[in-house]
């Protein structure tokens, strides 16, 4: 009886043990991807734990996080235009940050070239450009959503003499983080944030539109610059039109109904994106000195849909003012209709040769997307367009905490 209770009580306190050890070999891997030049996220970046098939994609903001009771030495990032890049994984630690800068590549990307037959991204963007008008959500008759929309204003190029003043010494911390948008290392220090929390509501016959603003912060120094500026950077590129209006200049989308007289297509890579099996196509323009856009398109197979795409102007797009300008997009399918669900517009403004410039990054993004079910003519017609709720200023900080569709960053 003794030995019964003694075999019992082994038994119990190996499974213990072994569930205790199970449960400590769990490793839970968090980071964040991001240009190690520019700063900024990365997303959609494949990151995969080297030598299993352990791995994830990074979100919207470049952030990922990978959950497994299996772990490899090191963590490996690869993307187009920039090099590969490993970083270590540390055993025995079982909650892990690791952040992956990327550094571009140093020679030009090998292009395909396909000697027999047609170029596969050709056939893409062909299939594409003739369903524009089947995945387009302007084609819908009426769609409504909550849109949370945030825009940022840093100053940048600020003298060093400006920078180690008396005046910049309560906010001295921020030059110590360099957080720079495109390709120098060019301090900023964040000046203006605006936040709005807004309903949307569209209707295509007749033509209606309604926003009512729920709410509405501003943080910070407004000037005549911004004011000026403002109105531009609530702009939202549609990548389904032939056109995109940049500050009120035209440049071809990259799946323009034209797209192959301005635009070489590179057939990249394929997989699944969640539940949609995608091809991810590089793009740049097509002769040397036409402006146009460089960047990614991800294509939902069979849809023919863009799930995503990253894109940018260069300096010698020569809008007013403007240096460089960056636009992000994600996609998500409701219903049968491909709906933006985040939107990021990033610019680079120097109002003179060697003035301070500033960074313009608007953020954002859209929920409880409904399609289809129109308000009647009354709701669109009475009253304002734009109509601003009689609190929409008053709110707590409790209410943004809980409404706001991305926290804010520590910066921010």
């Known amino acids: 009886m003794k030995k019964n209770i003694q075999n019992i009580f082994v038994l119990l306190f190996t499974g213990i043990m072994l569930s205790f050890s199970f449960a400590q070999e769990t490793y839970t891997i968090t980071g964040k991807v991001f240009d190690a030049s520019t700063k900024e996220p990365l997303p959609f970046v494949p990151i995969i734990i080297h030598n299993t098939t352990i791995g994830t994609q990074t979100d919207f903001d470049g952030n990922f996080i990978i959950k497994t009771n299996k772990i490899g030495d090191s963590l490996i990032a690869v993307y187009v235009g920039y090099k590969r890049l490993s970083r270590p994984i540390q055993k025995g ?18 292009e ?36 949370y929309n945030k825009i940022e204003f840093d100053l940048n190029r ?12 309560p906010v001295a911390f921020v030059f110590k983080n360099v957080d720079s948008v495109f390709s120098d290392e060019k301090p900023s220090l964040p000046f203006f944030i605006i936040e709005n929390l807004s309903e949307f509501y569209y209707k295509k016959n007749p033509p209606r539109k309604k926003e009512i603003i729920k709410a509405s912060k501003i943080t910070g120094v407004e000037n005549s610059s911004i004011s000026s500026i403002m109105g531009d950077m609530y702009q939202k590129i549609n990548i389904y039109d032939n056109n995109i209006l940049i500050f009120d200049k035209q440049f071809p989308s990259p799946i323009s109904s034209e797209g ?11 997989g699944f994106i969640g539940n949609k099996y995608c091809y991810h196509i590089r793009f740049k323009p097509k002769r040397t000195g036409d402006v146009a856009f460089t960047g990614n398109i991800w294509i939902a197979d069979t849809s023919w849909g863009v799930k995503r795409f990253e894109m940018s102007l260069p ?3 020569n809008i007013n003012f403007i240096n460089q300008v960056k636009a992000t997009q994600e996609y998500e399918m409701i219903d049968t209709t491909w709906m933006m669900v985040k939107d990021r517009l990033v610019i680079d403004f120097s109002p003179t040769k060697n003035s301070i410039g500033f960074y313009g990054r608007k953020t954002t993004s859209y929920k409880n997307i409904v399609i289809n079910q129109s308000k009647d003519d009354k709701f669109y017609t009475l009253g304002d367009a734009i109509i601003v709720e009689d609190d929409a200023l008053k709110k707590d900080e409790t209410f943004w905490q809980q409404h706001r569709h991305d926290t804010l960053t520590q910066r921010e």
């Open 315 to 317: 300096k010698e797009a």
């Open 260 to 270: 192959f007289f301005y635009y070489k297509y590179f057939l990249e890579d394929s």
């Open 112 to 147: 395909i070239t396909v000697k027999a037959g047609e170029n596969p991204a050709h056939r893409i963007i062909r299939n594409t450009i003739a369903n524009k008008g089947r995945n387009n959500p302007d084609k819908l008759e009426a769609y409504q959503y909550e849109i």
């Open 158 to 169: 600020i003298p060093k003499e400006m920078r180690e003043s008396k005046l910049m010494k």
């Open 93 to 110: 630690i079982y909650q892990q940050n690791i952040n992956m800068p990327m550094e571009l590549e140093g020679v030009a990307l090998e």
